[in-house]
Each structure stands twice: as C-alpha cells, then as structure tokens.
C-alpha cells in the first residue's frame, strides 16, 4: 500500500467554512477551447473523437482477476458472490483486513463509470501481498469490503442503467401488478433500447423496506424502492456487516462526472478537475428534516472522512499536481438525493463519501485513464491510512468548505 507522507496540513483556498448556508447561484464551468494538451489534467480539455470503451476489465476478466488475487494472498482477500443480475451475472465482493473498523466501497453502480473498479483490484493486490508496515497497519486497523462491479449487465453495455424490465420488475415483487413505473426506471439509455434502473436512486434509509404499490412511482428527492437485486445485493453486504460489526464506519461510492470542469479558486484555479468529493445530499440544514426519524446522521462525519481523501491525495502528490486537483462536488445547500445509497447509509450512522471522477470510461487515452485511477487508488488508501491510524477522527469537517468548487458560486445570505 502506497504510503501518504504526514506533513503539515497546507493552508487551503479561501472559501470560508460558513460558505454552505448561503443561497446557490449557479454558474457554468468554462471549457477549454481544443488545442495543444499539457500533462493530462493541466492541459485544455479534449477528449477522444472516437471514444472506445476498451481497455478496462471487462465482466468476464473480473471473476479471474480477484480469484487470482486471492490465490496469491495467502487467505488475507476473501472473495465471495453475494448476489446476480437480471441477467444472472455474478455480483463479488472481496474482504481483506481484520481491524474493528468498517470501510465499504463500491464501484461502477452507473456500468460506463469504470475507474473504481481498476484501482479497487490494485487496492485489494496491494493489501493482499504487501508486508511493509504501512500495509500491516492498515490490515490491522481496517476491514475492506470491495464490491468492484456492482452494475456489470450496464458494463457490458457501457451505459449508465442496468437492464431489468418493469416486467421483471412485477415478476420479482407481485404485490406491484399494475403499479405506477418507478420515476427512476427507463425504458432506454445509452442509445439502447432496452429499459433498466439508474441503480443510484434505488435505495431506502429503512433497510427492511418492502416495495408497496401505494409508494410508485416516487419522487426525485425521496428514498427509492430497492427493486433491483444489485441494490438489493449491496443492502445485504452493509446489513450483515451491520450485524458482525455493529457498525459500518464508511461507506464511499466511486462515480465518474463531466470532463472539463475547472477549479474555481484554491491553488490549482482555473485547472481541471481530477476528482471531486462530497457528503451526503440530504436538503437543507445539513439534512434537519431527517434527523428525528434517523438521529444516527452526522454529516460532520462525512465531511471529515471525504477530508481525509482530499488531504491524502494532496500530501501524496502536491497541491500542484493533476492527480490533486480536487474539488467539492456540485452541493447546493437543497440539494436532496435520499434514494442515493450514500445518503440511505448515511442515515443509519455511516459516513458516506462520493468520488467523482473527471469524465466517463471511453473519454480519454490510456495516460489519462492511468492518471485518473491513480487519483482513485491514492485517495481510498489515504482514507483507509486515516481510518487505521484514527487520523479521521481529529479532523475538523468545516475544513472540507475549504477545497474549492468547480464552476458554482456561493453568494447571497
């Protein structure tokens, strides 16, 4: 596991901790006109004229990759199937680690947003083979639980929704004959005629949740439903940790976002965006209005574990290198996802964190897509790093407000 030097914490950009109580207005990010490109990340921004989605592992390589990774463990990684698809594609997660304290994090729940699933294999290799202190430390202090592919049948198709027909929907839940579509299931993505799930609006804050016709078709800022078995696969592995640990500390969800975003102030201004990180979307007042119903949230939590990746990519790399140029994600202060599943998780006590990555898995070359899962890998590891050594709990969560925003400004009272 690469090391995170511990140096002095570096003063941040100028953005006052305060900024997220104000009223948004939104502002589009520039894009670079095409032209001569600089080191990937500093340059103006261009992405392929012909984007092919190759070069990533494909569903059929995963299997053999984490069994592979598991031989050569010695019985640190422990893979196992913990759910399929609607086309009977198995779901894995692997296990590595033996410390009290819970890191869940999973990858490419949209199929066209890949690079979690690249630097989660380097992750679990790494932790699986490595004997110099820094690893023995993180496998005494932290358990991983990796679910690398978590949207395989929208891998194969490279789009963002799963494939399930609604159906196959009434087929797996009965008591939904003749209800309303859920507002979240599609009838087509990607250019493919073929319905499915955006997967990342398919969950609920009560992990016991049955669907019930009176609930569809639901609305964009409320809980989902939990009618896909790949949402349904990732609530059981967090419910049975529940249920070994007491608790799940993290949970972090690897995404993708557009690709020439540029950073707004801070020491990287008017540079792109490699990764930007945020804390659950739960509305207004750092989510008050759930807060009688799931007294266990606590965004400062969040803030904290998504600073600790922020902090980590930095010292590893400089405040002047693409592979930190990290951002806030888009957080109006009324923003309100609770179908997300870091926000359903988040209510139940965990600290939930969101990576988004600069671009989709077909955007860019092979040096852009080794820098970015780079970025990826880096930022997990300086959040497991912290979780071991207990860093994570000294932070202050009001220091997140400091990385700067990409394009959307803060103003007003």
């Known amino acids: 596991m690469s090391r995170i030097p511990r140096r002095s914490r570096a003063t941040l950009g100028a953005i006052g901790a305060g900024a997220m109580l104000c009223t948004l207005v939104i502002t589009p990010p520039v894009t670079a006109a095409p ?34 990774i598991e031989a050569n463990s010695s019985g640190r990684v422990q893979v196992e199937v913990t759910g399929q698809t609607e086309q009977g594609r198995n779901l894995y997660t692997a296990r590595v680690g033996t410390g009290d304290r819970v890191l869940l994090v999973q990858s490419a729940i949209h199929g066209n947003e890949r690079t979690g699933t690249e630097a989660l294999l380097a992750i679990l290799k790494d932790l699986g083979s490595g004997n110099d202190p820094d690893t023995k430390q993180a496998l005494e202090g932290v358990t991983l639980v990796a679910m690398p592919m978590v949207n395989p049948d929208g891998g194969e198709l490279n789009r963002r929704t799963n494939v399930i027909s609604w159906e196959n929907v009434e087929r ?8 309303d579509r859920a507002w979240y299931h599609r009838l087509s993505n990607g250019g493919i005629d073929l319905p499915g799930f955006d997967l990342n609006r398919d969950f609920n804050a009560d992990l016991d949740y049955v669907p019930q016709p009176g609930d569809l078709p639901g609305d964009p800022k409320d809980a989902g439903f939990y009618l896909s078995p790949e949402s349904q696969a990732i609530r059981d592995v967090y419910v049975n940790l529940q249920q070994e640990f007491g608790e799940v500390d993290a949970v972090v969800d690897l995404h993708h976002m557009g690709p020439c975003d540029e950073l707004t102030g801070g020491e990287q201004d008017g540079k792109h965006v490699s990764v930007a990180l945020d804390y659950p979307p739960l509305g207004a007042n750092d989510g008050s209005a759930y807060k009688d119903e799931w007294p266990e949230l606590d965004q400062d939590k969040s803030r904290r574990y998504a600073l600790a990746v922020a902090n980590g990519l930095k010292e590893r790399y400089g405040s002047q290198s693409p592979l930190a140029a ?5 957080h109006p202060e009324e923003r309100e996802y609770a179908g997300q599943g870091r926000s359903a998780f988040a209510l139940n006590g965990s600290a939930t964190v969101l990576f988004e990555v600069r671009g989709q898995s077909d955007a860019f070359g092979q040096k852009m897509k080794g820098m970015l899962v780079r970025t990826v890998q880096t930022g997990v590891e300086a959040l497991i790093e912290s979780m071991a050594t207990g860093e994570v709990d000294t932070l202050d969560g009001d220091d997140f407000f400091n990385y700067p925003d990409y394009g959307w400004e803060e103003s007003g009272s």
Request: glycine share 14%.
């Open 35 to 68: 032209g001569n490109s600089g080191a990937p990340g500093h340059g103006t921004c261009k992405t392929s004229d012909s984007p092919q989605f190759n070069g990533w592992t494909t569903y059929e390589e995963l299997g053999p990759k984490l069994e592979r």
């Open 172 to 179: 797996r839940h009965p008591q939904l004959e003749g209800a």
């Open 326 to 330: 990290v951002a806030r994600y888009y």
